[in-house]
């Protein structure tokens, strides 16, 4: 089974950009969340995504939002990009009934220049 | 605020040492807590502990589940290189993860 699919994998944008990450879950996997990455703060989580319905969301700014697919694709989008967006955004995928565990992607590294 | 907190953040040992990572959590509705190993890149699933005090055991790493004490801790015997890593300890509460900070493992051979 292939795991968790995470595109691109490197992306440098400078502030004020937008930019779209993408996710493809584990075949099966209904569920999809969202993780942002930083020394500073460690693992934070942005929102999760289950059958195209936002279940949950994290304390981020409006700029951060995301949206999934009739097939558990997910995509996350940032706009105005700000310097502090540097970071690895790492989505995960999950059955979605709370018995599993979340499995992750390697992330997509975006540096704001 | 769900919180769970992690430690020691940073150990260094040699090569065929045994250790435990601790991890606290203060979460309003627990359901499970999981550990990760983070390499370079994704963090990877270990354990996922539900219920207090069955172990779960893969190979030299084990883990346990304390509910009454909150806590949880992480063993791993007979160290080698390759375990290097950043270990992540979470609450897996409403749809989402509440990580720890991590604690940060070094093999040295």
């Known amino acids: 089974k292939a795991g968790v699919t995470q595109t691109p994998r490197y992306l440098i944008k400078t502030r004020g950009q937008q930019v779209t990450l993408s996710c493809s879950p584990i075949s099966g996997h209904r569920s999809v969340s969202w993780y942002q990455q930083t020394p500073g703060q460690g693992l934070q989580f942005l929102f999760e995504y289950f059958s195209e319905t936002q279940r949950n969301k994290g304390n981020f700014p409006g700029r951060f939002s995301g949206r999934q697919f009739s097939n558990s694709r997910s995509e996350m989008n940032v706009s105005t990009l700000e310097l502090g967006d540097s970071a690895l955004y790492l989505c995960?995928?999950?059955?979605?009934?709370?018995?599993?565990?979340?499995?992750f992607g390697d992330g997509t590294r975006l540096s704001i220049l | 605020e769900d919180k769970v907190v992690q430690s020691p953040l940073s150990l260094v040992v040699h090569e065929g040492d045994t250790v435990t990572l601790n991890c606290s959590y203060e979460?309003?509705?627990?359901?499970?807590l999981l550990w990760y190993k983070q390499e370079k890149k994704a963090p990877t699933f270990l354990f996922m502990l539900t219920s207090s005090g069955i172990e779960k055991k893969s190979g030299r790493l084990s883990s346990i589940l304390d509910k009454k004490e909150l806590f949880s801790i992480l063993n791993i015997t007979a160290t080698q290189t390759g375990d290097s890593a950043i270990y992540l300890c979470?609450?897996?509460?409403?749809?989402?993860?509440?990580f720890g900070q991590g604690t940060r493992l070094t093999i040295n051979p």
């Open positions: 979460v309003t509705n627990f359901r499970s």
């Open positions: 995960a995928s999950s059955e979605g009934n709370g018995v599993g565990p979340q499995h």
């Open positions: 979470a609450d897996q509460g409403a749809q989402k993860l509440v």
